[in-house]
């Protein structure tokens, strides 16, 4: 990449608001730099061996303890990603994730403390820690790790995801489709396969560095206009896809209503059935 494109992948990332001055740059800077989230795939299967290299990119991950609390299932069959596609969505605001049924294969990430579970049991050892919220969100942060390590192992092999929480929406429903056991439950999804070129997406801009980071002490004084900047690049990214105008503050008013939630309102419930009882 010239000096040029990486400016260019800058512009992308900040648009007018400022942007990093002193960055190192490599080949898997310039990639992470690049994700967009692809929603518009080709028909073709994934390449040979590419889920094998999304696997072993995800177990190369930092895992909590060393503990393997996550599994993986690749899901391909056209009639159970339909099924997929139709629970993605309880009949809020909104509409179905029909993009799920377009990529060849959708990975459901499983928070996995089954198979521990069992150890534990079978040793006769104490299973009290998963009535722990810790035990859930311990396998929820890991499975998220691994996950996106495969992402960027996908987009580097020049694959496009799209991360899929709407599989939490009717959480009970995804695991009884995929067989799930008690103490695992699907975090998210993730759509792969092949960008198609004649629908491409592009790179979401993000509030400038100061917003989000912090040095020695939380700064609860907002770097002033911010908002207002980040604004500007969000319009001008929308403007840019051609898709309707809405503001960044709209849509994180809308997530802050119950009609965003199409679901996940009930997901204790669906995770208390799971084997967790959150305490
Ligand atoms: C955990 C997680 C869940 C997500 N769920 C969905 C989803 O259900 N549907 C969707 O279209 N995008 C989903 N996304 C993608 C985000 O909308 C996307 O990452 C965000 O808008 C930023 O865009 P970018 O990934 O192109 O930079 C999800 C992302 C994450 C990290």
């Given at each position: 990449m010239t000096a040029r494109d990486r400016e260019e992948l800058l512009n992308d990332r900040y648009g007018d608001q400022p942007k990093p001055k002193q960055m190192i740059w490599n080949d898997h800077v310039e990639r992470l730099l690049a994700h967009r989230s692809v929603r518009n795939f080709l028909s073709e299967p994934l390449p040979e061996g590419a889920l094998e290299t999304l696997v072993a990119a995800a177990q190369s991950a930092s895992a909590s303890s060393n503990l393997h609390q996550w599994s993986v299932v690749a899901v391909s069959d056209p009639e159970i990603k339909a099924q997929l596609a139709e629970l993605s969505?309880?009949?809020?605001?909104g509409s179905k994730a029909t993009y799920i049924n377009e990529a060849p294969v959708v990975l459901l990430w499983v928070a996995d403390t089954s198979r521990n579970h069992e150890i534990s049991t079978n040793g006769g050892g104490s299973t009290e820690v998963y009535d722990y919220l810790d035990a859930f969100l311990m396998a929820s942060i890991d499975t998220a790790l691994a996950a996106q390590n495969a992402a960027t192992a996908a987009e580097s092999i020049g694959l496009g995801v799209c991360f899929l929480g709407?599989?939490?929406?009717q959480s009970a429903k995804v695991a009884e489709l995929i067989g799930l056991p008690k103490y695992a439950y699907v975090t998210f999804g993730m759509c792969i396969g092949i960008p198609d070129p004649v629908r491409p997406s592009g790179v979401r801009p993000r509030p400038r560095q100061d917003v989000v980071l912090h040095h020695n002490s939380y700064n609860s004084?907002?770097?002033?206009g911010w908002l207002e900047d980040y604004e500007k690049a969000f319009l001008q990214f929308r403007e840019l896809l051609g898709m309707k105008q809405k503001t960044w503050a709209g849509s994180v008013r809308f997530a802050t209503t119950m009609p965003y939630m199409d679901g996940r309102e009930n997901l204790r419930d669906a995770v208390e059935e799971r084997g967790y009882l959150l305490r």
């Open positions: 969505y309880s009949g809020s605001v709407v599989m939490r929406n004084e907002r770097p002033t």
